[in-house]
Nanobody, 117 residues
Framework: QVQLVESGGGLVQAGGSLKLSCAVS??????????LGWYRQAPGKQREFVAT???????HYQASVKGRFTISRDNAKKMVFLQMDRLKPEDTAVYYC?????????WGQGTQVIVSS
């Protein structure tokens, strides 16, 4: 069973930065086989896609975070990262990492990000 452990969230003022980390373990094939991504779920809303990264470091972002967030991966450490800059109150959510496009089950516990105005 795949385990996803997210960390790095917290409370930050608007305009600030946070870096999220995700450790992945228990997968069946080589880590480099997987496209990985970050998702988020704001209070009262559905979980949504934020960013993805391939093994070749091709990245794709949701329009609202493009230019502010940077996704990266460390294949040797089996980790995925999300650098979040110029944070906005609307970025407040629980952030999760997972495989793209077919997420593993169960999801990790996520890491809470709260951006105050």
């Amino acid at each position: 069973q795949v385990q996803l452990v997210e960390s790095g969230g917290g409370l930050v003022q608007a305009g600030g930065s946070l870096k999220l980390s995700c450790a992945v373990s228990g997968f069946r094939f080589s880590f480099t086989n997987y496209v990985l991504g970050w998702y988020r779920q704001a209070p009262g809303k559905q979980r949504e896609f934020v960013a993805t990264v391939t093994n070749d470091d091709d990245t794709h972002y949701q329009a609202s975070v493009k230019g502010r967030f940077t996704i990266s991966r460390d294949n040797a450490k089996k980790m995925v990262f999300l650098q979040m800059d110029r944070l906005k109150p609307e970025d407040t959510a629980v952030y999760y990492c997972n495989r793209v496009p077919t997420p593993w089950e169960p999801w990790g516990q996520g890491t809470q990000v709260i951006v105050s105005s």
